[in-house]
């Protein structure tokens, strides 16, 4: 560990996909945005699920003072309740999403803050309880892009932030009213809330962009602050925001132990 800086776990799904460089390449291109702007305040712990399963993810996390659990491919559905054979449906990471849930646990009973991107707001939301919509009619062009493998082109729109909320803290400079633009990539959405969780911001047509935790220090937004052609003060802001909600690491080890 780092005696210097925090320790920000960063969890994928793997380091790549077997015989796929197109989704490889923008997976690169959004860690190194993310890399970017995570660096000069934390040491970075690479985290990759599929391979760790719930098991290793527990282990990995014990060291961290904050989380990040990156986008990828859809919540395997039988986790929140729902059948496979859903339109637009791609492959799972069962083991991955097995392991990126134990890290969602683990923020929860340690108070350790978490942010979860696209995939890992969807997984917030499976963790309590949530259920998800498995296809959003008229996605594309409005929350994902069919070329982006190709182009890397994001969909880009805006979002309402509700104010009071710990994700209005976070960027409240940063928004125009409550407002900011974002990118997105996504075909699912959150259908039912989970258990302790509120919506802190929507898109215009009604989709949950953001839900956080009413206790925990956890957060998910559906969109990539991580684009590289979004404003990175954004993201910034939000590595900041687990930064300032971050509790010492000994009253959190105490606090895990007296529980």
Do not use: K
Not at 40 to 54: I, K, L
Not at 167 to 187: E, I, M
Not at 190 to 212: H, N
Request: proline share 6%; hydrophobic share 40%.
């Amino acid at each position: 560990m780092n005696s210097h800086r925090p320790t920000l776990l960063i969890s994928n799904v793997l380091p790549a996909r077997p015989g796929d460089p197109a989704y490889n390449a923008i997976c690169m291109r959004l860690w190194d945005r993310l890399l970017s702007a995570a660096l000069p305040t934390w040491h970075v712990v690479r985290e990759y699920a599929q391979e760790d399963g719930p098991e290793g993810a527990r282990l990995r996390v014990r060291g961290a003072d904050a989380i990040v659990v990156m986008g990828g491919e859809d919540v395997h559905p039988s986790l929140y309740g729902r059948p496979q054979g859903y339109e637009g449906e791609g492959r799972h990471w069962y083991r991955a999403d097995l392991g990126q849930l134990a890290l969602i646990d683990h923020a929860r009973a340690t108070g350790t803050p978490l942010l979860g991107i696209c995939r890992g707001m969807q997984l917030i939301n499976v963790a309590f309880g949530g259920t998800l919509e498995q296809h959003i009619e008229g996605a594309e062009g409005t929350h994902t892009n069919p070329l982006i493998l190709t182009d890397h082109r994001f969909v880009r729109h805006g979002v309402r932030v509700a104010a009071g909320m710990e994700l209005y803290r976070a960027l409240g400079p940063l928004l125009t009213g409550a407002s900011t633009v974002v990118s997105s990539a996504h075909h699912q959405r959150v259908d039912a809330p989970g258990e302790g969780l509120a919506v802190c911001a929507t898109a215009e047509d009604g989709t949950v962009e953001a839900v956080e935790h009413r206790d925990a220090p956890i957060i998910g937004v559906q969109w990539h602050p991580e684009d590289p052609a979004a404003d990175i003060d954004q993201l910034r802001a939000l590595l900041a925001h687990l930064d300032a909600r971050r509790a010492p690491r000994l009253e959190r080890v105490s606090t895990t132990l007296a529980a």
